[in-house]
């Protein structure tokens, strides 16, 4: 049972040992060699006052002062370089867990989203990783060199005195009692943190992806007041664990405190009877700061632990979420510019239960063709774009990829073969050239070419750093329209087999769209093209249009022959 909870606290000090293994051997070193210096200084410090100060040897107690010194300085140098060890370890592991976390989502299938909360996401991959920081190299060789002081300076108290040893120990097990209360509540209480802060994150998101709404809606009262009152319930959580932090290091001081009491007091009768050394005795209480010491200190690390632990099974539950659409063992790898078609062979699909989104679909798209999906909202077009970027996957019925079912072929091909330019303009706080190129090399002359045939060249030109200005946090310093001539402009760029535009020039008026789509046929010549549309204007020159009514395909042909054969198809027309 022990074993289980601890079991991710444990693949994570192994993930940390296999990214820094060179690393923690030298630190693992540095640290052997300063807890040896540690242990001697109280020896050190025993010559220094019996054989020099008592003695009043002069020269006794100038080399000593120099020995204890010298090993002094050695040690905070060993420390410094520690120090500069643990922060690049700490630094990389977090971001190489990010990373891994972003890279993990990425994989993840639509029903995951749909049941889980944005807002707890954001919170595992900042706050969470955040606070396993301190869960590093740093703690784990502080822990190995506290234990290992903590028993030499057993044996070195109970050599020395073993009667005021008895009374330490005594109240050094009094400490570790209350200090297990104190661990077990500490965890309860940041585990129902962590769950209220996904939730607050998640609210806040919210209101700030959508702040303009909620202006005109007149709803910043609702969301004001469902912050404020998740807000009061973690501060009164955190406040609480708070003082449960201040209790745990509370008693151990005041522990500490007594048995300083007890040695001054008890060991002073003793060197006044004779029966102990004024250096015997300041050595013992240096061991006895050794012993409590490390023992406060592992209790505050074990503080520390029991945050983090709580963070870190946060973040191997999100790692640990398996996709329910994964590659299988022999997947197909697609090749660019071979594919020549896809068919949706007698398709069933329903994101719940209860009903079908689509039923019994059939389509057919080939290679040189545009073919268009019409239909009024909810009738399953973009549902059919999703399906075959394999966000999900369908229920009943086959898609098909040159003859080959997607569930097949390589998840990572077959999306990397797919071009997708939506109504919703993925635009990134960077310059136009950056939001264009997404980190490949592209020419000048390549880029001025796409910009000229999506109608963006003459608006780059006008502005004063060209394709160099910074367009702001989701594209907020220019139109609608140049958002979508941004994403046109990606999508061709990727040269993907097949290139879906989902209302892609829904923010364009009539004309731009026409002039952009004729300045693209010779693009679109060798590519599967799939055109979303509510404005069906914009598709009379097509090649096939499909007719969708509630899921069902109820039309199918060019523009021309749909509105002789198709009542759906003329009343999306005529009613636009």
């Known amino acids: 049972m022990m074993k289980e ?327 197909f790898i697609l090749k660019k510019g071979n594919i020549e078609k896809i068919e949706f062979n007698n398709v069933n699909f329903s994101y719940t239960t209860e009903s079908n989104i689509l039923k019994n679909i059939d389509l057919r798209f080939v290679k040189g063709e545009i073919s268009a999906l019409v239909g009024s909202s909810g009738c399953g077009k973009s549902t059919i774009i999703n399906l075959l970027f394999r966000l999900w996957d369908i229920d009943s019925g086959a898609i098909l990829i040159d003859g080959i079912n997607i569930k097949n072929i390589n998840l990572n091909s077959l999306r990397k073969n797919i071009s997708v330019v939506t109504q919703d303009s993925l635009i990134f706080d960077t310059t136009i050239k950056e939001n264009i190129c997404l980190g490949r090399s592209v020419s000048e002359e390549e880029l001025s070419l796409v910009c000229e045939k999506i109608g963006l060249l003459e608006y780059i030109s006008s502005l004063k750093d060209g394709i160099d200005t910074k367009i702001g946090e989701r594209g907020v310093k220019i139109s609608g329209g140049q958002k979508q001539r941004i994403t046109i402009a990606r999508s061709i760029l990727s040269d993907s087999d097949i290139i879906i535009l989902d209302e892609a020039t829904s923010a364009l008026d009539n004309i731009s769209q026409k002039q952009i789509i004729n300045n693209l046929k010779e693009h679109f010549k060798n590519k599967i093209v799939i055109v979303i549309a509510h404005r069906l204007s914009t598709i009379k020159d097509v090649d096939n249009i499909y007719v969708l009514d509630n899921g069902i395909v109820v039309g199918y042909g060019n523009h021309q022959t749909l509105l002789i054969s198709s009542n759906s198809y003329r009343n999306l027309y005529y009613n636009e």
């Open 5 to 331: 909870k601890n079991k991710n606290i444990c693949k994570f000090i192994k993930y940390i040992y296999i990214n820094n293994k060179n690393k923690i051997i030298f630190s693992g070193i540095f640290v052997i060699i300063v807890t040896v210096i540690d242990l001697y200084l109280p020896l050190l410090l025993k010559k220094i006052v019996d054989e020099g100060i008592i003695e009043k040897k002069l020269s006794t107690l100038l080399k000593f002062v120099l020995i204890y010194l010298c090993i002094q300085l050695l040690s905070i140098f060993i420390e410094f370089i520690l120090g500069y060890i643990y922060s690049i370890m700490r630094n990389s592991v977090a971001i190489k867990i990010r990373v891994k976390i972003l890279k993990h989502i990425s994989l993840l299938s639509g029903n995951y989203y749909t049941n889980k909360k944005t807002g707890n996401i954001l919170s595992i991959v900042q706050s969470d990783i955040d606070t396993i920081e301190s869960i590093d190299a740093e703690l784990a060789f502080s822990l190995i060199k506290n234990f290992i002081i903590a028993i030499a300076a057993l044996y070195f108290m109970i050599s020395m005195q073993y009667d005021l040893f008895l009374i330490v120990i005594f109240l050094q097990v009094v400490l570790i009692l209350l200090q297990r209360i104190f661990t077990k509540l500490i965890h309860e209480n940041i585990t129902l943190i962590r769950k209220e802060y996904g939730e607050i994150t998640h609210l806040i998101q919210e209101y700030v992806l959508n702040i303009m709404n909620i202006v005109i809606s007149k709803s910043r009262r609702f969301f004001i007041s469902d912050y404020i009152k998740k807000d009061r319930s973690i501060i009164n959580k955190n406040i609480k664990t708070d003082l449960l932090y201040s209790g745990n290091i509370t008693v151990a001081m005041t522990i500490n405190s007594i048995i300083t009491m007890i040695l001054y007091g008890y060991g002073g009768y003793k060197i006044i009877n004779g029966n102990l050394t004024l250096g015997s005795l300041l050595a013992f209480q240096s061991y006895s700061t050794m012993l409590l010491g490390p023992c406060i200190s592992i209790v505050n690390a074990n503080n520390r632990i029991q945050q983090a632990k709580v963070s870190i099974d946060r973040v191997y539950s999100l790692l640990d979420e398996k996709s329910d659409i994964a590659n299988t063992k022999d997947s």
